[in-house]
Each structure stands twice: as structure tokens, then as C-alpha cells.
């Protein structure tokens, strides 16, 4: 109030005013007791309570949309910033990468074994020896989907449900279009060292030392794991910085680490590629480690790269690829020498198939002689996988994941195919008594050692299998067995 207003208003003739004066004129005081001051003190308490509870449900309040606004933050940022699922592009400043996630390890604490779920479908399978696989896959909880996995101790004759994992991300983990690149917190692959020790991942990396009944998050070089790869107690790591929508446009990292030990020390060693890669994966063989990363559409190829001590080496081909780049380098899994098999120059084969040219190397691609041209044609369906139990007997497949330019073929036939003459020819897998082949081929092919391939489509509850050097197959369903 200012010096020309300290009177009440009802000396300005306010008619408002004027009446709440008259009213107030009315009160007359009252004498009061020592009733009517314990009714006074009541009412007081009361109201202090009531304020009291105010302002907890108030500061309640204030809580649940500060963990809200952090939960937005952390789903598609606030404010236009780095949204999930985006690559990180332009930054003034390079964040510091190569180093183990700083995260404090999280456990999944163990759990008892459980029927295999009817909504299973199989991801990724691992061969841990002593009669021992693997399976990991999704079911359905509740409304949603949860990477689960699954033991048999029977050669895939029974299967158990062990551990089922919650609070990852699914996000790109269903449909027929499956990225390899995972966002960070998915789990989409397992591998397996021994029957006790294995690992799954799929941009998360989790290792388990009880054979599936509980799991550590591993602290790790780079901020997304690309692949994980097991070969007589050796183990190796790919991983990948600045990571999104299924392609990394950071550094990858390839680091050696010992299975036994449930950390990674070192940051390994760092390539830059000069182009984004939307795939990539390692092989083990014989001591040696090879890398072969998948340029994203439009991209120039990535030459495949071999590890040298603390450097990667890349790979060139020879002249029967045309001037092409070396892919789907692939080691044999049996024998006491390393040999090498790899695809190059593909070329259209009539509508929606593409033809390859195969080569292969006995000083771990240092050269390379022709082995056949346009022996193998595949369906244009996806990536294309190359397998080898020894220099006779080769698997390969096409599926996923479903990138591809040209025309994609109607179905998946002949999407898995094999060869008895070391790449010379390949002819069409029959499919298992009672199913077809997957219409959309095969996400992932691989020699278990020893006579046995696996084919996994993703896409089915079950898996294709053989223990005759590619032929006859079996379909396993893990849902049809019990613990």
C-alpha cells in the first residue's frame, strides 16, 4: 500500500467496502472459558496435521513427476536432444572412448529351472560341449517380450528354461527385420565357453559361472557389443562406439579376454572405419582372429582384417574377385591348420538370386586361390552366411538381417544350401520330415566343430541341426521336451 491508500478502503465510499465495515461493527466479543481454548488448541492440531499430510502428498508429488520427467529423459529426451535409438553425429568434442563402461556391475540373481515356455522362439544357439547347448530366444511376459534362455544337458533331446532376463530393450530385437546392431541395454545372443561359463548379448553383455542360473553385467571396451566369439578358452570381444538405428558411426574395438575371469581389462585394440558399418562379426580360429564388418547401405565395403599382435591388418583379394571386397571370411572348424573360406564378386543370378565367387587360404589370407565362380547363388534375402567343418563340407545360407538393395526373393527357398566338394557345388538342404523352409531364410549358420552345423531362422520356435556334415537335417523345438 502506498502513503494515498494506509486508510481502509471504506473511507474512499466503496460500497464493498462500506458493507464489510458495517458487519464487522457487529462483532462483540465473547467471554471465553478454558473449553473454548482446548477446542482452539484442537482445531490447531488438526490443522497442522492436515497441513503436514499437504505437504507429503505434495512432495510425493513433486517425486513421481521428477522420476517421470527422468524417465522420459532417458526414453526420447527432453528438449530435442539425443533420442533412443539415434546415432550420435556432429559432436564438437570427442567423448572418451575405448575405455570399460563405468556402470556399476548389476546381478541377475539365480533362478530355478522352469518348463519351456510355449511362446519361445529361438534366437541363438551355443554348442558348450559335454552333450551341453544353449538356446536363447524370446517368450512373451505379460504384454511384452523377455529374453529368456534354455539348457539341455541331453544333447537337445530336453530342454529347461534357466533365466529369464527383464528390464532390457526389445526394441529391435522382433519383427523380420532384425538389425545385428542392438541398442545398448539388448540381449539377442548367447555364447557358450564350457557348460558353466557362457555369455549373452547383444549390445548389453552379461556373463553367467552356474550355467545360466544367474548373470553379472560385464564392464567392457566401447559402449555397444557387436559380437562374441569362443574358440579352445580363447575368447574375443567386438564392440562399437556411438551406435544407433542399427548402425555405428564410432570406433570398434576388438579386445582378447580370458572366459574364466568375469571382467575384460584393457581397451584392446581401436579401428576407425571410414564409413558406418550395420554389422559386424569376429571368428576364432587356431590362435588366429579375424573381423569382418558389413558397411551400411550405400557405404563403401569394409575389407575384412586379421589381428596382428596390437594392429588389424586388412585383407585384399585376389584377382578371381574382380577388384570386389573379401566378405563372409569363414575359418574351418576341424583340422590342426587354419584354413580360410570367403565370398566376393556377387552377381546377379535372374530376378531376386545374386551368385558368388569363392575363394580360400591356407597363411590366414595373406593369399588366396579361386576355389569356384557361380557354384553358389543364394536367394536375395539378407546377409549372407558362410560355414565350414573342414575343406569339404560347407554351409551357407542368406536371411537376416533383411538389408539388402536389389529385389528380394518371394520365399525362402534355397536359402540353405551345402557343398561335399569344398565349394566346387552346392545343392538345396532338404527340410526336416514336417516343416518347410522359413520363408524369409536364415538369420545365422554356423560348424559347431566335428560334423555338426546349426540354422537358425529366427523367426520359428525351433532350430535346424545336423550331425552328418550338412545333411539330413532335424528340426529342434526346444517346446516340445521338458526338464
Known sequence: MTERHESEPAGEHDSVADFFASARAQVRDERSTDLDWQRIVSGARRTNRR????ALLSSAAVAIIALFAVFLWQQDGIGGGVQRGEAIVGATGRAQTGVP???????????QPTKVPDSFRTWSVSNAGQSTLYAFGSQTCGGDTCPVLLKSGTNGATWAAVHTFTGTDVSAATGNAVPQIQPERALSQARFATPNTGYVFGGDLWVTHDSGASFTKMSHPGTTVLDVE???????????????LGVCNGPIHVSRFDPAKSSISGTGVEV????????????VQNGQVFVQLTAADGSKPVAPMRLDGSKLTSLGSPNACGGTTLQTVTPVTNGKQLKLFALCKPLES??????????????????WQSVSAGALTLPRLGQVWLAAADAKHLVASAGGPREMSGVPAPNGDGSLVRSTNGGQGFGPVPAPKGTTVPRSGFDWTAS???PI????????HGFWVTSKFGGPWTLVDPRHSGP
Open 51 to 54: 497441513r503436514n499430510r499437504v
Open 101 to 111: 563402461t563405468s556402470s556399476p556391475s548389476s546381478v541377475s540373481p539365480q533362478q
Open 230 to 244: 569362443i574358440n579352445q578358452g580363447q575368447a574375443v570381444l567386438l564392440s562399437a562406439d556411438n551406435c544407433g
Open 272 to 283: 576407425t572405419p571410414s564409413s558406418p558399418v550395420r554389422a559386424g562379426n569376429v571368428a
Open 350 to 367: 535372374g530376378a531376386s538370386h545374386t551368385s558368388y565367387t569363392i575363394v580360400s587360404s591356407d597363411d590366414a589370407g595373406k593369399s
Open 448 to 450: 559347431a566343430g566335428g
Open 453 to 460: 552345423f546349426y540354422a537358425v531362422p529366427r523367426t520359428t
